[in-house]
C-alpha cells in the first residue's frame, strides 16, 4: 500500500453478524441509515475458485422466506386410546403442509409464482454454460438421482432459478426409542421458500395464510421466522465487467459467472434499496469445506483474492467514470 | 381368612412387568409354560368406580400395532438451498403417511376393515348404555368437540368398537428455535393402530407394507414396536354373571359394563389362547389421575376392592362348577 502511495479511493467496509440467521434488522438499518452506506460499487464476499480451479462469481442470491408452523388440538397430550375421538395436531399439520406442494415439485399457493421474472438471455446462457456439477452432488449427498429425473443444463436451471418449498424440520409427540402410545395435543414445522426475482416473501406470507384459510386451515399457526428479498445483479454492468476481467488477470482465467446462488443473502437490500452494482470477490474453494467441521482457508486462495481485491481496487480508482 | 377357615380355593397370581410396553414376551411364556397359567376363571386388574361412583368393568381390551417409520434420502443433511434438486425425506415421509387416513378417519389400507366382526347386540346394548362422559372429556382435553362431529351413543361406539391410526409421533430436521435452513437427511414418524376383534397385528402389518409398496413407497422402512391382540369377553358368561353380582352386592348398585376399553392389554393371551373366561375387579376411579403426576388409590376404593375380591373367591368356590 506503500509503495503505491497509499490507498487510491474511499473505501466502506460492511460486516454483518446477522446474515446467518436472516438478516432480519438489516432492511430497518438501511432505512434508517441509508446514506452511511452510499457508494459508487460494492464488491460482495462470495465466489472464489471451483473444482477446476477457475475463478468463479455469484451475481445474485435467491431471497428466503422462513415459516414456522404450529397446530394445537388439546389442551394437552392424551392417551392414544383417544386417538378413535379426539382431533389430532399431527396429522392435522400433515394435511395442511400436504396442500402446499404436489409430489411432481409445484408449489401449489395460489398466485405463488406470479411475481416471478423470466431470467434474461444471458443469465440463461449463464447456467448453460456453468460446469456440470452433477457428479460431486450426486456422490457428496448419496444420491442415485434428483428431482424429477433432472440432469445437464435442466438441473442447473432448476436450482438456479426455481423457488423452493423445504421442510425444515418437523415435530411432534414422542421421538425416543420405542413406542409411547400419546396422542401428542401439539404439532410444528419449520419451513424455508427459498425465493427467486421479483418475488417478496412478506407477499408470500401473505398468499400462504389465504391458502392455508382456503383448504380450511384457518387454525395452523403461521409466524414468519426469516424474510429475505432476492436480487439478481445485471451480467451487462459495467462493475461486473471490471471485476470479471481483474478475475481474469489474477486467474489467468475467464470467471465462470452465477447468475444467483441457490442460497440467500441481503443483496437485494444494497443493490436495488441502495442502488449499488455489486459483483463478487471471493476466495471460496470447494476444498475449504464452508459451513462444515474442519472450515479452512488455504493461503494459496487466500492470496489469489487479496491480489483480486487490490487490482479491482487500483482498476476501479483509475477507470471508473 | 382365619374366620373362614383359609382360601376356599387354589388362586395364582400373574403380574406383569412389560405391559406399559407392549407385553412383546408374553404370547411366547404363554406358548412354552401356558400349563403354569391354567386356570378355571380370571379376575383381570381394570374396573372399580366410575365419576358417578357406579361400579364398572371392563369386558375386553383393543389390540395394539405400533409400527416405526423411516426415510432416509440422502447420506446426510444437505443446505436447504439444494432443496432444488435434491429429495426431501420430510416430504417423502409425509406423501406416505397421508395415504394411510383420508380427512374423514377412514384408514384407506386395502383389506384394514376386513377381519372386523360386528359386536354382539349385548355389547352394542352395553356400550348404548354406558353414562355420557362426553362433557368430562370435553373439559379434560380442552376441545370443543370430537372428530366427525360425534356425540353421545355414538361416540361412544366410536371409541369402543372402531380401530384408529394415530400419529404418535413426528421427527426430522431442526426444531429448535428460530430457522436453520437445512434440507433433512431423514425423517421419522410413530404410529400405532388401535385394534378390534378379530383384527391382528401381525396381519395389519403386513397390509401396511403392501400398502405403501403398492403406492410407490418401496424405500419408507417401517418395523414393528408392538403387537397385541384384541380382545372382547362374551357378556354371557357365567363368570362375567358370578363378578357382576358380586360386585352389586359390595358397592349397592349394578355395575356398567364396558364391552372393551379403548387402550390395550394382552387379555386375548389367556382368555382365546389358554381359554380362561375373564372378568375384570378393579379399584379405580377418576379421581386418581391413573398413569398422570400424583397417581393414588383412596383407602375407600382399596378396600372396596378387596371385599369384591374376596367375596369373588367365596362364592366361586361355593358355586362354581
Redesign the interface.
Known amino acids: 500500500m506503500d509503495e503505491r502511495g497509499g490507498v487510491p479511493c474511499n473505501i466502506k467496509m460492511f460486516c454483518e453478524g446477522e446474515e446467518e440467521?436472516?438478516s432480519i434488522n438489516l432492511p430497518d438499518l438501511i432505512a434508517e441509515r441509508g446514506d452511511d452506506f452510499k457508494a459508487d460499487a460494492c464488491i460482495w464476499e462470495g465466489g472464489g475458485r471451483n473444482l477446476n480451479d477457475d475463478p468463479f462469481m455469484y451475481l445474485g442470491l435467491?431471497g428466503?422466506l422462513?415459516v414456522?408452523f404450529s397446530v394445537r388440538?388439546?389442551?394437552?397430550d392424551?392417551?392414544?386410546?383417544?386417538?378413535?375421538?379426539?382431533?389430532?395436531a399431527?396429522?392435522r399439520?400433515?394435511?395442511a403442509?400436504?396442500t402446499i406442494?404436489d409430489?411432481d415439485e409445484k408449489i401449489k399457493i395460489d398466485g405463488f409464482y406470479d411475481a416471478i421474472t423470466e431470467p434474461t438471455p444471458e443469465a440463461i446462457a449463464a447456467v448453460e454454460a456453468l460446469p456440470d456439477d452433477a457428479p460431486e452432488?450426486l456422490e457428496?449427498?448419496?444420491?442415485s438421482g434428483?428431482?424429477k429425473g433432472?440432469d445437464g443444463e435442466d438441473?442447473r436451471k432448476?436450482?438456479t432459478f426455481?423457488?423452493?418449498?423445504?421442510?425444515?424440520?418437523?415435530?411432534?409427540?414422542?421421538?425416543d426409542a420405542?413406542?409411547?402410545?400419546?396422542?401428542?395435543a401439539v404439532?410444528?414445522a419449520?419451513m424455508?421458500f427459498?425465493l427467486v426475482p421479483e418475488q417478496r416473501p412478506f407477499d408470500i406470507f401473505k398468499k400462504l395464510r389465504m391458502h392455508l384459510d382456503k383448504h380450511g386451515f384457518e387454525d395452523v399457526e403461521i409466524e414468519v421466522?426469516?424474510a429475505v428479498n432476492p436480487y439478481r445483479t445485471d451480467l451487462n454492468s459495467p462493475w461486473v465487467q471490471l471485476v470479471a476481467e481483474t478475475a481474469e488477470e489474477i486467474y489467468g482465467r475467464k470467471p465462470v459467472m452465477t447468475p444467483n446462488?441457490?442460497?440467500?443473502g441481503p443483496m437485494f437490500d444494497f443493490g436495488d434499496t441502495l442502488g449499488i452494482p455489486i459483483a463478487t470477490s471471493g476466495i471460496d474453494h470447494p476444498s475449504h469445506k464452508i459451513?462444515a467441521p474442519n472450515e479452512n482457508i488455504t493461503k494459496e486462495d487466500f492470496l489469489l483474492g487479496a491480489k483480486h481485491a487490490a487490482l479491482i481496487i487500483e482498476r476501479f480508482a483509475k477507470d471508473w467514470s
Open positions: 440467521s436472516g435467491k428466503v422462513g414456522g388440538m388439546l389442551s394437552g392424551a392417551h392414544s386410546s383417544y386417538a378413535a375421538i379426539l382431533p389430532s399431527a396429522w399439520l400433515l394435511q403442509l400436504q406442494k409430489q452432488w457428496t449427498f448419496g444420491v434428483f428431482v433432472l438441473l432448476q436450482l426455481q423457488p423452493t418449498a423445504n421442510i425444515a424440520g418437523l415435530d411432534s409427540g414422542y421421538q420405542g413406542l409411547k402410545t400419546v396422542l401428542p404439532a410444528s419449520k424455508d427459498r421466522l426469516g446462488m441457490a442460497g440467500t459451513h
